[in-house]
């Protein structure tokens, strides 16, 4: 008798495709033809980068018998003198060469696609494409309408997690480059313990928190927020504003300032193209921000000053265009013309920082932002000089672009160490950073050392920053040295960070007179690691690299180049700090 037939179930597609690709049929030809052209994207790409010549953003001049694109094993000297100068057992030394050869590893990856030839070409025109017919930036900037443009790390701090989740401080705690000591992410633990030090010395301190443009401008970049929308914070913001003035310090937030002013006269607060403020919008900060100074802490009457303001028009295409990284002659934004008030002494000089001040001002990149002259919208006319202006009484100023968390006080930190008391006759101090590094910012916790005998200052070119000139004869300003790079500080990515120069820092042995008298065989010196976002040769400066280098006391070029992005060397035990302390040109 026949067994009844089993009616047949329809194979699902997961089934289909596993037959389909058990059974793949493919011509010999193909197959052939296939492999080599995998094996042909594998190998002309580091064929053509080697073959295109010297990159134009630097190139290692202590290495031409190896291809560029295995120069990651010249940097295996740095390896074993990261292991033999580590503390500690066995393991721990390991562990230092480890995170030196990571570190290593994760330059060379960055410096492979800075320097390729193909992404050099293709970038740009790439960029330009997506950007003008797909309305797409990159993971750095943001297209908004009518040629507006946001940087996205401020758009996060708006639209991200709080700030202050416990998961989200467990979660950064843990984060940051595998070599590096992770961030510590609470801003409030930082912010208490610097105040309480100032406290000590019988200083205030006020926070100054400057919104990003997606705060105050969201309808720029989404149709769906109307122009009278509320200021955007991150959802920690109040708890965190609460919490810090619950422990007795002081915070100005211009944000609602600036929003009452959009309101009020229709202008935009930000640049169109920039990450920062305009510059009317700016003035009128300082100008509440000195009623606030006065009205919750007040100073003595200060010495009479002859300031003056004056008007100046100043063009520029903003950071944000430039983190794009279009070509040279691409036309898809335009720049900005903005005018600016310059503050001037009652000579015609332009205003310049006052070490004797009784008021220091902390501030980044929102403080340069009219102020330094390289970031190409003005000089004498930021807010330092707006609100001394305001007070009519001169300031102190340490300002550095990027890192506001940390970079200033660590600077103010540094300066302490050395003998330099910035500190010394404060009554006040005030605190700007960007907003946003309440939720990206390394806050570190930074003991201040105690003042010790103030250094002499330097010429007037050079009192915007600290330096010991004593380190010269008195009658020579510069000299020219052959020395042994031991350590260096690293450069930012271009494009990475919203600005166009950076410096890097470098320790010297066995250094060697070639003009003039060195003051040691050992120094620290500042270099221009990034120039208009393309690395300079100092950005491939390694361990056992000999260089040659004109140098000039920082303390001289300090006003000119300090408040750049600076990439310190890790020495978290000042023991580099009673070094002579330089700056230097590639000779």
């Not at 996205?152 to 639209?159: G, Q």
């Not at 501030?363 to 000089?379: K, P, V």
């Not at 494009?495 to 950076?502: E, F, I, K, M, Q």
């Not at 310190?568 to 000779?587: A, K, N, S, V, Y």
Request: proline share 8%; aromatic share 8%.
């Amino acid at each position: 008798m026949n067994s009844p037939v089993q009616p047949t179930r329809p194979l699902s597609r997961e089934e289909v495709a596993k037959l389909e690709i058990g059974h793949t049929e493919i011509a010999g030809w193909l197959a052939r033809t296939m492999t080599a052209v995998f094996v042909l994207a594998v190998f002309v790409v580091p064929l053509l980068h080697e073959l295109s010549g010297p990159a134009e953003q630097g190139e290692s001049r202590t290495v031409a018998c190896w291809p560029r694109c295995c120069s990651i094993f010249t940097t295996l000297p740095e390896v074993a003198i990261a292991f033999d100068r580590a503390d500690g057992d066995l393991w721990q030394r390991t562990l230092a060469a480890n995170a030196r050869l990571l570190k290593n590893i994760d330059l060379y990856e960055g410096s492979l696609k800075e320097e390729s030839d193909l992404v050099g070409r293709l970038l740009g025109p790439t960029q330009y494409c997506l950007a003008k017919w797909g309305r797409l930036g990159n993971e750095k900037a943001y297209l908004g309408s009518e040629g507006w443009l946001f940087y996205r790390p401020s758009v996060d701090y708006v639209t991200g997690p709080g700030f202050l989740d416990p998961r989200m401080l467990a979660k950064r705690s843990q984060s940051g480059k595998p070599y590096a000591t992770p961030p510590q992410p609470d801003p409030r633990v930082a912010i208490i313990d610097f105040a309480e030090q100032l406290r000590r010395r019988g200083i205030s301190l006020i926070l100054v928190p400057a919104p990003g443009k997606a705060s105050l401008q969201p309808e720029r970049l989404s149709p769906r927020y109307a122009r009278d929308q509320a200021v955007l914070q991150n959802e920690s913001f109040v708890r965190w504003k609460q919490d810090v003035e619950r422990a007795g310090v002081l915070v100005f937030d211009p944000a609602p300032l600036l929003r009452e002013r959009k309101l009020r006269t229709g202008d935009d607060p930000f640049l169109k193209t920039d990450t920062h403020w305009a510059a009317a919008a700016m003035q009128q900060v300082a100008e509440t921000l000195g009623a606030f100074i006065e009205d919750r802490a007040p100073l003595p009457p200060p010495s009479p000053v002859d300031y003056r303001a004056r008007r100046r028009t100043t063009e520029n295409l903003g950071d944000i265009a430039a983190l794009l990284r279009l070509p040279d002659d691409a036309a898809l934004y335009s720049p900005e013309t903005v005018e600016i008030r310059q503050i001037v002494d009652g000579d015609g000089s332009l205003w310049q920082p006052d070490r004797s001040a009784d008021v220091l001002l902390l501030g980044d990149s929102f403080t340069n932002i009219y102020s330094q002259e390289a970031m190409r919208w003005g000089e004498a006319a930021g807010l330092a000089e707006q609100l001394s202006f305001a007070l009519r009484r001169p300031l102190d100023r340490i300002s550095q672009n990027d890192a506001g968390a940390y970079a200033t006080r660590q600077t103010l930190a540094q300066e302490l160490a050395r003998g330099d008391d910035r500190l010394a006759g404060k009554r006040l101090v005030i605190w700007e950073f960007a907003a946003r590094e309440l939720a990206v910012g390394d806050w570190k916790l930074l003991p201040l050392p105690e003042g010790n005998t103030v250094l002499p200052l330097p010429p007037r070119e050079g009192r915007g920053g600290g330096g010991k000139l004593s380190s010269l004869p008195a009658n020579e300003r510069s000299l020219v040295v052959r020395a042994k790079v031991e350590t260096s500080a690293g450069v930012p990515r271009p494009g990475s960070v919203p600005y166009r120069d950076a410096v890097t820092t470098l320790h010297l042995s066995a250094v060697e007179a070639i003009e003039g008298t060195v003051p040691g065989d050992q120094m620290v010196v500042y270099v221009l690691g990034m120039r208009n976002n393309r690395w300079t040769a100092a950005a491939s400066y390694k361990a056992g690299d000999v260089v040659t280098l004109k140098l000039r006391p920082w303390a001289t070029v300090s006003l000119k180049y300090g408040s750049l992005t600076r990439i310190e060397l890790d020495d978290p035990d000042f023991t580099l700090i009673d070094l002579p302390l330089f700056w230097g040109e590639e000779q």
